[in-house]
């Protein structure tokens, strides 16, 4: 289940229930729709026609992305997509014709990642090298 989730760029809003709080209700169970509100209430916007209090913007503009895109170093993008599939750093180590230590040594960053075992990268996970250089 995906839910959208609308970010402010300034200041956090400790109110709800909001209208979009409200839509979720009618169409998520009780206890999903109660995580989602108690993790994320600070992010949920209480009324549309507020916009100058409300100025919404894109999420790759906001502090929040930029601070993840600083984080997402090529090892540990390579980490999450491996541990998303279900994969061993052995069982990747054979899929690109490199052992498991390298594998690890790409994760923890103490090796990079060719342009060569990037493409294998990004064929087997079904993104853009870009990631992994």
């Known amino acids: 289940m995906s839910v959208a989730v609308k970010m402010r760029h300034t200041s956090v809003r400790h109110s709800y229930p909001s209208r979009y709080t409200l839509h979720l209700r009618r169409t998520t169970p009780r206890r999903v729709l109660a995580e989602i509100v108690s993790k ?49 750093q052995a069982e990747l180590g054979e899929k690109i014709g490199v052992t498991a230590a390298r594998v690890c040594d790409y994760e923890a960053g103490r090796r990079q990642i060719s342009k060569a075992v990037a493409r294998k990268l990004s064929e087997i996970f079904l993104v853009s090298m870009d990631k992994f250089i």
Not at 56 to 66: A, F, G, Q, R, T
Not at 70 to 83: N, V
């Open 40 to 88: 994320y209430r600070n992010y949920i916007i209480e009324d549309a026609e507020k916009k100058d209090d409300n100025e919404l913007i894109s999420v790759v503009e906001s502090d929040w992305y930029k601070d993840m895109t600083m984080k997402m170093t090529p090892g540990r993008y390579l980490r999450i997509l491996r541990e998303a599939c279900d994969l061993t």
